[in-house]
């Protein structure tokens, strides 16, 4: 329907498209105000997956290459998969550091993200950073690395303590369903220190629906409920949001 609904264009900057058992293409179809999406890998199997995505759909996916922190475990099985992936991939990651779910050691997985760490440094790419429990040592490590200008912090539900500390090291902040969510204070309140151009959008698609579909499997379209939030939080028409969060993605992954 060209002509008749205007774009908004955003850019879902963290979606798994390739893990959705919908399949992405009904997803991608409605997505009609999303310009483009990244689709993070998580392990071997869904970084190739992301990869094949991005060759049917050039220009609207960008593919990544990573290993999960819940699969740290597997990094001196899969790593030298993913690092042959990387060339090719907008951004390193998904990696990080999970101390809630601890599915992998804390060693194994501070072991896997520092070598993602170097890949991404080696390579110039961005770096896609789950943190969950961990602020402190995902600080430490991105502060001791060098990393923090390639970081994008993924799924970010700092307060505004930690979102000041790491704002200062010069990472970027993606903002996903939690800056809606009712409970979600907290982290409008670290919202509330991010100034727009350090600002990503995201839906961390299938998880984490936005209100008005909580508990309802997440898609792209919805990104733009993530914007509506960031929009009340900072005193901006939605429109602006978009446009400012679209092109620091464009920035940040080079599109
Ligand atoms: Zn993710």
Redesign the pocket.
Known sequence: MPGTVPTMGWVDT?C?LQLDERGAEPLLARATEVDWVVV?G?DVESSKASAHLAVLHPGRVVPTAGL?PHDAGLWGVQGPAITEMAGAAAAIG?TGLDFYRNLSSREEQIGSFQAQIDLAIELGKPIIV?CRDAFADVYSIIEGTGVAAQTVL??WTGGPRWTRRFLDLGVMFSFAGPVAFETGETVRLGAAEVPPERALVET?TPYLAPPPHRGAPNEPAWVALVGVALAGVWGLAVDEVAAVTSSNAQRVFGR
């Open positions: 963290h798994h993070p998580v999960h998904e789950h993924h799924c961390d």
